[in-house]
Nanobody, 121 residues
């Protein structure tokens, strides 16, 4: 019943900016940790930013100061603002959410469909 729908992505020149968004939809549920991951060709999927319901966030050194994650708890939406993009930022970006419906006993992991981000001049 729950879906994570991503939007954004595309081709951008080095030094440019791009914004991604992801919305969780479905019946009544609670959302805990939300995050963005990316996977470059031939590499493992890696975290690029996470944010909790209390706004606590974390970024790896590779994107610190360039990327920013935000969330709208009323709309169950997470956004990723990417600035000063580099070619090494190229990859497929996936949103993540830990979700629990009222009738569930445990939290479940959901992933978005992924969106391509290409940084090239």
């Amino acid at each position: 019943q729950v879906q994570l729908v991503e939007s954004g992505g595309g081709l951008v020149q080095p030094g440019g900016s791009l914004s991604l968004s992801c919305t969780a939809s479905g019946s009544t549920f609670s959302v805990s940790r939300m995050a963005w991951y990316r996977q470059a060709p031939g590499k493992q999927r890696e975290l690029v930013g996470e944010i909790h319901a209390d706004s606590r966030s974390y970024y790896p050194d590779s994107v610190e100061g360039r990327f920013a994650v935000s969330r709208d708890n009323d709309k169950n939406t997470i956004s990723l603002q990417m600035n000063s993009l580099k070619p090494e930022d190229t990859g497929v970006y996936y949103c993540y959410a830990a979700i629990k419906e009222r009738s569930w006993d445990s939290w479940r992991t959901y992933w978005g469909q992924g969106t391509q981000v290409t940084v090239s001049s």
